[in-house]
Each structure stands twice: as C-alpha cells, then as structure tokens.
C-alpha cells in the first residue's frame, strides 16, 4: 500500500474538547496543525461548559462562583491540571473559545463568576458554567419562575416531560407539560432524524400544531434537544416566530445533539481555519532525530515536530484498563494510578469522594509536558491535555471542559517551533 | 391477618414448600424481607446436578442429586436446558481421583461415559490442550428465577400469597405456640401482623437471625461464593473439573452466557457481601486452567451468594458441609409450632421441601401425600422474561415495529415492561424498578443498565408507576446493586462501559451530588 507522508508544527491526538481545542488554539498561534481521532467523543457531550463547581467531593461542596473553587482546588489538589495556569490565562483561554464557538454560529451563555444550575432529562439540576444560549433560555425561565410548556415526544426514549415537571417541581413550579408525535413517524424515533427533519419548516409547522392552542398560557416552551442538526439557531428562531414565545431545549442521554452540532461546527471551523483532521488510528509513534516523531497511520506517516496528547481516558483509548495494572498506549507514558486493582473504585457507585482510579493518568509540570515519577521531562516536544491528566476528577468536580479547553490552552502556550 | 402456615424466605426452598403445601391444599404465606431469591438461590450457578460432583465425598448427596436432578427434568422442563456436562482434568490433577471416579457415580447410580480427549476438544472447543480425561454426565443448567417465580405463581394460583419486602420482626409466644408474628415492611415502613398455625422458617443464611428472634439458638455460620458471568457462551454443556470440589472448578452455561464459580470465603455477615478483585483474579486464573479462553473473555458481572451453614462438629470444609440440609423441629427448644429448614442445594431443593412439608403436615394433622414429584410446574408468565434471548423471540414473533425497545442489549420493548409492571401490580400493589430487574433481563447486559434504568424510570414516571423523586431514587438503588456486580471486573471494555456509566449517572445527571440547588440563583447577566 502507498503510505504519503504528512508534516506539521502540531499533532494534536485526539478529537474530543481537549484535542478539538489544541487544534484550535494551535492554529490560533499560526502553526501547521493535524489533528487525529479514531471515534467521534464530542456525541457524548451535553453542550454543558462545566469550569469547576463541587470541591471537596467527599463534602459535596458546590460553589457558586467557579474561580473561588478553583483557587480553593489549587491550594489542595497542587498537582490539579488548573494548578498549572493562572487566572487570566484561563480566562483568555475561555474568552477565545467562546469567541471562536459564536463564529460558527454555536453561541455560548454564561455569567461572568457564576455556576449556573442547568437542567438535566432527568430533571434534576447540575452546577454548571456556560450553556449553548437555547439551553439557557430554560434555565433563565426557571430562575424567574416563568410558565412553561415543556414537550416531550411519543417513542423518544429516556426524557419524560412529566418526569422532568416532577423533579423540579419545587423550583420550577409552573411547568405544564404536552406529549406529541413527531411528523411522519411512527415507533421509536432518534434525536438526530428529528433534527435533521427539523431543519424544514414544513416538518416545523407540522410538530407544533398540536401544541399550538396551549402556546398562550404559557411564556415559553421547551423541547428535548432536537431542534435543528446544522441550522440550529435558524430552526430555533423559525419556532420562535410560529409560536410567538421563546423556545428552549433540555438535552437527551448522549448521544445527544448538542454535542454532535458542535463536534460538526467544530470539525468545519477547524478545516475552514486551515487545520488538517484525520478520523483514523494510530499504528504507533517513534521518536525522531529530526521531527520530533514519526506517526505511523495505515496508510500516512505524519513528521510531527510537537505532539500534544488529548486522546481521553477509557473511552477514548488514551487508557486502556489491563487486568493488573493501566497503560497509556501509544507512548507507554507512565500512569499515575492507584497500587492494586482493588482501589481503583469503591464499593458504592455513588461514593462521595469518588473513585480512586480517577486520580489516575498522566502527571506534567508546569509546562504540559508528561513527567515520570522522579519529575523528570519524558520528552522535549510531547505535551498532555485534557482528562488523561491525572489528579482532576470531572465527572465529580464537575470540570470536564474547562480543564480541557484550559489545560490545551497551556500546552499549545509551550509549544516551541 | 391470618394464615395456616407462614413461611419465611421467598428462596427456593420456601417458594418450593409454599408450592408443595398448597398442593396438600394448605393455604400459605411466605414472607420475604427482599424479594424471590435475593439470597443464595439467586447467587449460584443455575446447576443442576447430575450428582456426580459429590461422588468422591457423599454417596447420599450424590444420589439425591441423581434422583432430584430427573424429577426438575421432568416436572419443570421450561426451567431446564438439558446441556449435558463434562468432567475434566488436566496435567497436574490428582490422579487416583480420576481413576476412581467411575466407579464412585456407578455406585450412586450416576451414568458417567468415558470421552475420548480429541472428541472432548470436537465438542467443547474452549477446552485446554492439556486434557488428561474426560467423562460425559447428565447435568444441565437450571434458571432459579423462573423455578423460583413458577413455584410462587402456582402457590398464589392454589389460594397462597407472597408478600415481599415484609422482614419478621418478632414473635408473640404463648404456652409454647407462636401466635403472632410481627412484620415490618422495609420499603413503606408500616408495621403488621400475621396469626399463624405454624411457621416455617426457610430464610436460608438468615435462619440463625428468625430462630434467634424465639429465643432459639441455633448456630449459622455464613460462606460467600462467588460467581463470575461471562458475555458469551463458552461452551454447550456443563464443564466440571475432575479433582475435589475446589475454587472455580464449575462452569455452567444459561442462555447466551456462561457462569464461572465458585470460591468458598467464611464471612460474619450475610447482609454485607461483596465479590472481591482477589476472588475474581482467583477464579479467572483458576478456571483458566480448564478453559484458557477465560483469562481473555470478557466478563458482565460477578455475584456472590451466602450458604448457610449449620456448626455441627467436626466438618472441616465449608463446601462439604454445606452440601447437606438441616431441618429441625423446635419442640426441644419450648416451640411447637415452628420448624426450621437451611442449607441444602439448588437441586435438591424440592425433596427440601417435601420434607419439610411432611413433617409439618404430620404435626398439623394432614394426611395428604406429596405431589411435587410427579405435578409438573406450570409455567407461567412471572418468569417467562427472567430467560435471556426470550423477549427478542417475542418480539420479533408479533413484528413490532411500533414498540419501543427500552433495553438494546436485551432486547426488552416497552410492552415487555407494561406486562411485568401490570402483573406486578396486580400481585403486590407496587412496582419499583429493581423488581422488574428481576423479574426480567432489564440491566443483565453488557451495558449493565446504563441506559435502559434511566429510560425504564422515566417510563415508569410516565406511566404515573412511581414520582420523580422516587425515579431518582430507584435509580440510584438499581445502578448500586448492579455495581455490586460490575466493580470487581473493571478491565478492558467493562471499564470504558464503566466510566461512561458514571459520565452519565454522575458527570451529566448529576446523581452524586445534590440534584436540586436550594435557592433559584439570581440572574446576574
């Protein structure tokens, strides 16, 4: 077979937030930049920007301002991935994100030195930063306790109106809720064919004329996350237009559309911004004399004079989970991880201070750059993002993207060319 | 309310006396502090025994098993996949066990057929190249759920009831006669009680804690094993290692999957049990020994059950004691109206409860035979769902094409959850979703309910079955006694599935944290 051969500035592995990020913020600097995924991660995320919210875990602590948690984690967990940044890098690391995210058209909300509490399908309530702004009309009618009409669709698994209306009830009291068929279907149906279907305004006419008679008791209206796939913002205003009231969306269980239109606008903005993206694997890496590595695909060797590492945890294979002990794949980096199998999680799912095999991954210094044990720099140009990162625990400091998109900011910083 | 016999423990032992009473024409009620086998009935291996495993240490047990093992065959056979089994050994077992073991099933009436070890390797694939003898024997695999679930169903059909979540509190005792029995609802909290002619105590490991609360002593003492369950089928028939029963020398296929166990750990505490790494590590290495493809497979769940043992002096191995029954008569301790049954196998379960029965019978003056032994066992519908490929077979069967799949990895539809919740309500007034996880496949996949708990509460939520906070709840209950089951294996694919679990319960859902922010925050924008 032909393999071709690919030279950049940046190989960015990995095409979740971290790695869509360092893409991003490496381009920003002007560098030639690659980027390499072998699965699509961004379908799994809410659209919710969570910064930091809850510290200590075991305590349960939310905090309604995400930099006086931030600092608070910093002083106690030194070797925490934000630990590495100061404020105004964060800060410009975000602002440029969000910026970028409103030019493809995927406009973020947020208050400044704010957690917001977002609504989730289940109806229960999460601190998070920043929310795409359809996301955030719901959560402003909440706050001001406006009356809602929220619908949800026959054969669309796993989001009930109702159930949603139950569990918030004591903050949202006024909600009344509408079950209605999706045009033309019959059976079970999927987020993304109805938002597909939706970027009609013949489909959008049909879905809501059942509604209709009920829209003037109501000041607004709320859907699952299904209104529009690549003019999302179009489809809202059109909705908005017919029924004559904001509307909002509540996201579903992953797969779920906000994560799939960002992860297409981000794909597109990437391109446009003259990044090259690549959805293959990784045979494997050599270090070079010359390039910093070689990265060897099945059919393409990619010079790759700086490699920044945002290829996830277990999901996203940057991990992989062997019977005795973890591994980090492609460079057998090693991984900060508790002794024995049996400490890497507690016998209650839902344990306070979380999992130990969450304080597991790969340690940096100052500079992004994986260290080994003694401290030492493992290699001069390979730098790490995101939740392969050991000592950051998202899903229970509710983090996740901020330290992704921070902790990219910080490596691209380091990049030398 | 009143009862002639109330029998504690929805196990096998108290759903199979319940059954064997109401065929006497007794009218019944069992009580469980859970549900149908939440104790060592539902954490075995789903083996029935051809009998053979105990030939090398009890002639009696190994023929009772013989004996039971035709008769489950015969009367349940929709319980039953008749598989078949092997026993094997390989390079390095005791030989002078091997050569005897023939002889020893010829003696307990066991038919074991020599195999020839390519033919053992035609048949079994997965075996180990170091085969050093095979024999061919008449195991088969059982489901305990839908034994379990039928026996109670027939009871209820026959003027029996079960009440479950109802944990016995205490006795009232009277000139030697136990008259009323108090019950504690754990789920509603209400108290109430129940006026028996005779209590049959069938709690299985929890025996010592009933006869402790007449004042009885009798001495239980508690060994866990534990059981692994792989995602695929390793093999066709029952695989047994030739050598004393020792860890993780059964494996014993169900459906679409295999189960691997056991190990043999004395603990203090049958409420608090938990399979461990080291006992999935010892089981895995262990088993790989008769089936490399062990080491390599991927496993869904492990699970442990507690048998019960009753101290009696001089039993030196928790497996051998645990093989045979006690039942006792408690006369001798100032009660009459009691008897206790524990310990004793799956197999065996129903020759536990004819006994039983005949002995309680005599004392209450019925003269009525036994007809388990020759009754079959009416399949009903309460445990059609518990067998693993059967809701696809269904659904595909009546094309609907209109049903909504809750559960992809099972293939369980919303109409499958309609029917569990509706005979469910119609048989206890209250539904919740770890009951229809056991009445049902729903969680049992590779995905360990994931998706289908959430979707499954919000349907139930929709239906107007339970509120949301109780959903929530519900939810919260059902993913912890899955990870009960999943924590132990969290290698290779399990643990991506894990973590995207908890992206989804805690990361996203937020079922780890405080669901609901005290005061609506002010708008600062």
């Known amino acids: 077979m032909n393999t071709t051969n690919d030279y950049c500035d940046v190989l960015v592995i990995g095409s979740g937030m971290a790695g869509m990020a360092a893409t991003f913020f490496a381009l920003t600097r002007g560098l030639k930049t690659i980027q390499i995924g072998q699965s699509c991660p961004l379908q799994f995320y809410s659209g919710f920007f969570d910064v930091m919210a809850v510290h200590p875990v075991k305590d349960t602590t939310t905090w309604e301002n995400p930099w006086d948690a931030i600092v608070q984690v910093c002083k106690d967990i030194p070797q ?27 406009p973020y909300h947020y208050i400044q030195n704010q957690n917001i509490a977002a609504i989730t399908p289940i109806g229960s309530q999460k601190l998070t930063h920043a929310v795409p702004k359809t996301t955030w009309k719901g959560i402003s009618s909440m706050m001001n306790h406006q009356k809602a009409l929220l619908v949800d669709i026959d054969g669309l698994k796993g989001f009930s109106a109702r159930q949603i209306k139950e569990t918030l009830q004591n903050v949202w009291p006024d909600i009344e809720t509408a079950r209605i068929t999706f045009p033309g279907t019959t059976g079970e149906v999927y987020a993304n064919h109805m938002a597909n279907a939706l970027e009609s305004s ?4 049909k879905l809501i004329a059942s ?11 709320g859907f699952p996350a299904i209104l529009g796939m690549h003019h999302h913002q179009k489809v809202c205003e059109n909705l908005e237009k017919l029924l004559g009231k904001p509307v909002f969306e509540i996201p579903t269980l992953p797969p779920s559309m906000p994560g799939i239109r960002l992860r297409n606008a981000l794909t597109h903005g990437l391109s446009q911004k003259g990044g090259k993206l690549y959805q293959k694997a990784i045979d494997f890496i050599e270090p070079d004399g010359k390039y910093g590595f070689i990265a060897h695909t099945s059919n393409q060797k990619i010079f790759a004079k700086n490699i920044v590492l945002a290829s996830g945890r277990f999901m996203g294979k940057g991990l992989i989970a062997q019977r005795t002990a973890i591994k980090e794949p492609l460079f ?60 950051n625990d998202w899903m229970r400091h509710k983090c996740g993207a901020g330290v992704a998109v921070a902790s990219a900011f910080g490596s691209v910083k380091h990049v030398a060319v | 309310m009143k009862t002639q016999v109330l029998i504690i423990g929805a196990g096998a032992t108290g759903t199979g006396i319940a059954r064997d009473l109401a065929l006497r024409g007794l009218q019944c009620l069992v009580v469980d502090k859970k549900d149908v086998n939440s104790g060592a009935s539902g954490g075995n291996h789903g083996l029935l025994h051809s009998g053979a495993r105990y030939v090398g240490s009890d002639f009696e047990a190994a023929r009772e098993c013989a004996d039971e093992g035709q008769i489950i065959k015969k009367i349940a056979p929709h319980c039953v996949e008749s598989t078949g089994g092997l026993f094997i050994a390989v390079e390095g077992d005791d030989e002078n066990y091997i050569a005897d073991f023939q002889s020893s099933c010829q003696k307990c009436g066991i038919i074991s057929q020599p195999v020839d070890l390519h033919d053992a390797r035609e048949m079994e694939p997965n075996l180990s190249k170091h085969l050093i003898a095979a024999y061919a024997v008449p195991d088969a695999a059982v489901d305990p759920f839908m034994l379990s679930l039928d026996n109670v169903a027939h009871a209820q059909q026959l003027g029996s009831s079960y009440l479950r979540f109802s944990e016995v509190s205490g006795f009232d005792i009277h000139n030697k006669k136990i008259e009323c029995v108090h019950i504690n609802n754990t789920r509603s909290g209400e108290t109430f009680d129940i006026h028996p002619d005779w209590v049959i105590n069938a709690a299985g490991a929890w025996a010592g804690r009933i006869t402790q609360l007449a004042d009885i002593p009798v001495g239980v003492l508690f060994s866990k094993g534990t059981l692994l369950v792989t995602q695929k089928r390793l093999s066709q028939r029952v695989i047994n290692r030739l050598r004393q029963a020792s860890d993780a020398d059964i494996l014993v296929p169900g459906g679409s999957v295999s189960i691997i166990g056991t190990t043999s750990v004395r603990i203090s505490d049958p409420d608090d049990i938990w399979p461990t790494v080291k006992e999935v590590d010892s089981i895995v290495e262990e088993g790989a020994q008769m089936l490399p493809v062990l080491e390599k497979t991927r496993y869904i769940r492990a699970y442990c059950g507690v048998r019960p043992l009753i101290s009696q002096p001089g039993a030196a191995d928790d497996r051998n004691v645990s093989r045979g029954f006690a039942l006792m008569d408690h006369e001798e301790h100032g009660v009459q109206n009691m008897t206790t049954i524990t310990g004793g196998k799956l197999t065996t379960y129903r020759l536990m409860a004819e006994k039983t029965a005949n002995l309680v019978c005599d004392r209450m003056g019925v003269s009525v035979p036994c007809k388990t032994h020759t009754t079959p066992l009416p399949s009903t519908t309460d445990g059609r769902w518990t067998e693993p490929g059967l809701t696809p077979q269904e659904w595909m069967q009546h094309s609907r094409s209109q049903d909504v799949m809750l559960c992809e990895c099972e293939m369980i539809p919303k109409s499958a ?11 206890y007034g209250t539904v919740d979703l770890p009951g229809i996880g056991l009445r049902s496949r729903v969680g ?5 309910g994931t998706y289908c708990s959430e979707r499954i509460a919000s349907y139930m939520v929709d239906r107007g079955d339970i509120n949301g906070e109780e959903a929530v709840n519900q939810l919260k209950g059902f993913l912890q006694e899955r990870w009960r089951g999943q924590r132990p294996l969290l290698w290779d694919i ?15 859902l937020n079922l780890d944290g405080c669901l609901q922010m005290k005061k609506s925050m002010e708008v600062r924008s």
């Open chain 1, 80 to 106: 925490h991935p934000y630990a590495f940044l100061t404020k105004d890098q964060i800060l410009q690391a975000f602002s440029a994100w969000f910026e970028f995210l409103e030019q493809l058209n995927f």
């Open chain 1, 202 to 205: 013949d489909i959008q006419k």
């Open chain 1, 211 to 221: 509604i209709m008679p009920r829209v003037h008791r109501v000041q607004c209206i």
């Open chain 1, 332 to 391: 057998d980096l090693p991984v900060y991880q508790p002794e024995h199998r049996g400490e890497w999680h507690h016998k209650h799912f839902f344990n306070q201070e979380g999992h130990g095999i969450h304080q597991a991954g790969i340690c940096v210094d100052q500079s992004f750059r994986p260290i080994n044990p003694d401290g030492k720099i493992i290699y001069d140009c390979l730098y790490a993002a995101g939740t392969i990162l050991a000592h």
């Open chain 2, 417 to 427: 959850i309609d029917y569990i919740i509706s005979n469910m309500r119609s048989k």
């Open chain 2, 444 to 448: 049992k996949g590779p995905c360990q």
């Open chain 2, 494 to 508: 399990p643990m991506i599935q894990s973590e995207l679990q908890e992206a989804i319960h805690c990361g996203f």
